[in-house]
């Protein structure tokens, strides 16, 4: 494909630009530093033609091309091959001229250049003239008439600005966006709810909120949104967590039944706070409706259709007492100690959680960590006898998960109050390398490197992972200084939080099920032999579960929400599947 139009000579080619064509026509064999020269001339490398640079179809590690490219952030893939040309012409020549194979690269006759600046250039050019503020003619736009003169070696600062003002992307914290989009949405507004073009009120500046006491250097975290999951775990609150240090949107699962349960309420100790998020309750700009709050999930307990809003930060702890007993038909034993939330710091692992790989056990960590921490817990406590019989005529007590035999004492001085916590979901795949570099890692593990060793081949640490954010989000959900029990092996981890003032009063491990699962099997052919009451269901039960290790809850997702969903696909979107019939009246 040829370029009409040529460059002015008022462009020039970047440092990163020079970078590149520098390393890619030197001696293949010395791939040394990346020469660093700012002052060379553009005109010296014409100069030097073939005689000085090697040919470009030279062998190359495409692993170091990549990094190089990567590493400049002046220099885009489509320099690549411009850059090539670059050094016959001093231009942005076409891709086609630049291959080996093409005629013109053997005619100096036919010199092809390309009018096309890099992208970022073009980006930054269109944005300005769209900029009331700046005249569009401040950017000189390749005419064709200078195109023509040659050589076209570009003396304008074609993008010596790139990227050095260019501010970090960060991701947004500001709920300022929701806000304005939200201020004039009423279910009586005619036009669409959600439409950026409604027109804003002020917005109040809203300080990132930092929970807790801001020290500094600390990442600030605010929660943007949270909304009720049902899993086959309970039902669950997730929290989107945005920060200050990185663009990952990090996640708070959390589970505390008393929330939206009643009966989880009234079987929990007096004084039971619930978990939630400061920075998402709180009040985020003056005259901030109903709505809005709702949508960004600052709501106090189940949303029902029609409902409206009530403040959480109008509720005291002592009025959530208050609601609990009120509403009491039983006397709750005094307990002298809540059970600590159970807490899981969790990294991201798209292999082990999305696809079920069986090279990590994430995917399962991730699924009994919501499991364990939906367990009731067992409370010492003064059970009369009053209570036992109140509390059979609450719930059916069979039909709850069974408790943690880990917490339990004797069921005299015990009573199972419901199970809560939260995982902390942390977008730090492959123990923060990201999943690009453990896919490669995998490899050099399938050349028979440990894990640690293939982190290390690769340049990295063995685990880069940090828990600053974790602690913070922590903070936000008031956990830090009330005390949890942290489910976890890695010592990494207990060490970390507690460097960050997350206060740990317990260690809790996970064992892998297939470790669970061979000891059962010893035990299993053990009772074989004599014994009928063998564990063989609870054997199978964990074999089961083997076969869906990437799913939450590892087994088949059921329930009336999940009816719901399938038949609006079936009736309102056209989905080929039939209805079962059984469901087909019950579920409406
Ligand atoms: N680099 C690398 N990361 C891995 C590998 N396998 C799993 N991971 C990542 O490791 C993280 C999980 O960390 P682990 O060290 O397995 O366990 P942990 O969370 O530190 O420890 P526990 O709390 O005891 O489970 C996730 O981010 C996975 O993506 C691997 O082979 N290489």
Wanted: charged residues 25%; aromatic residues 4%; neutral net charge.
């Amino acid at each position: 494909m040829a370029h009409s139009a040529r460059f002015s000579h008022a462009q020039q080619p970047t440092q990163g630009d020079l970078d590149v064509l520098s390393f890619l026509t030197s001696d293949s064999t010395n791939l040394g530093p990346l020469p660093s020269s700012p002052t060379r001339n553009p005109g010296q490398l014409q100069g030097q033609g073939k005689k000085a640079l090697p040919r470009r179809d030279s062998p190359m590690d495409a692993l170091m091309i990549s990094a190089v490219i990567a590493g400049s952030e002046k220099v885009s893939r489509h320099h690549f091959g411009h850059g090539m040309s670059l050094a016959r012409t001093g231009a942005y020549a076409s891709c086609d001229e630049s291959r080996p194979s093409s005629p013109s690269s053997h005619s100096p006759k036919v010199v092809m250049r390309s009018t096309q600046a890099p992208r970022s250039e073009r980006l930054r050019t269109s944005s300005q003239s769209h900029s009331p503020s700046q005249s569009t003619s401040a950017i000189p736009i390749p005419s064709s008439k200078s195109s023509s003169k040659s050589p076209s070696i570009s003396t304008s600062p074609l993008s010596s600005s790139i990227g050095k003002d260019r501010p970090k992307r960060k991701m947004s914290m500001d709920p300022t966006p929701m806000s304005q989009t939200l201020q004039s949405a009423s279910p009586s507004s005619s036009s669409n709810y959600f439409h950026p073009s409604h027109s804003s009120l002020s917005i109040l500046p809203t300080p990132l909120v930092t929970s807790g006491k801001a020290s500094a250097g600390k990442p600030r975290v605010r929660c943007m949104a949270r909304t009720r999951i049902p899993t086959p775990h309970g039902e669950t609150f997730l929290h989107i967590y945005h920060n200050s240090v990185d663009t990952k949107e990090h996640l708070a699962i959390v589970i505390d039944p008393i929330q939206l349960d009643p009966r989880s309420k009234k079987l929990a100790p007096r004084g039971r706070k619930e978990i939630r998020s400061k920075s998402l309750d709180e009040i985020w700009r003056h005259g901030e409706t109903e709505m809005e709050r709702i949508v960004r999930g600052a709501y106090i307990g189940r949303l029902l259709p029609g409902q409206t809003v009530s403040n959480p930060s109008s509720i005291s702890e002592e009025s959530q007492n208050d609601i609990t007993m009120s509403s009491d038909e039983i006397q709750v034993p005094q307990e002298q100690e809540d059970v600590k939330p159970l807490v899981r710091i969790h990294s991201e692992c798209y292999t082990g959680e999305t696809i079920g790989s069986m090279r990590c056990d994430c995917g399962e960590q991730l699924d009994e960590a919501l499991r364990q921490i939906a367990l009731p817990q067992h409370l010492k406590s003064q059970i009369s006898q009053q209570y036992h019989q109140q509390i059979h005529h609450l719930h059916d007590i069979d039909s709850l998960p069974t408790p943690d035999p880990s917490r339990s004492s004797s069921p005299s001085s015990t009573r199972s109050v419901p199970g809560r916590g939260v995982v902390i979901y942390l977008r730090q795949e492959g123990r923060g390398i990201g999943l690009l570099e453990k896919i490669r890692a995998y490899n050099l593990q399938d050349l028979g490197h440990d894990t640690v060793t293939a982190n290390l081949l690769l340049g990295h640490g063995a685990d880069e992972r940090k828990y600053d954010v974790a602690a913070e989000i922590l903070r936000d959900l008031d956990l830090a200084n009330q005390g949890i029990r942290l489910l976890t092996n890695n010592p990494g981890k207990v060490e970390g939080l507690s460097r960050e003032g997350i206060k740990i009063v317990e260690r809790v491990g996970m064992t892998p099920r297939d470790w669970k699962c061979q000891t059962e099997s010893t035990n299993l052919n053990y009772k074989e032999e004599g014994d009928d009451n063998n564990n063989e269901g609870e054997y199978h039960a964990w074999r089961e579960r083997r076969a869906g290790v990437g799913l939450i809850g590892a087994g088949a997702a059921k329930g009336a929400e999940l009816e719901k969903y399938l038949r609006t696909k079936v009736e309102r979107m056209g989905h080929m599947i039939e209805i079962p019939e059984n469901l087909d009246n019950t579920s409406q």
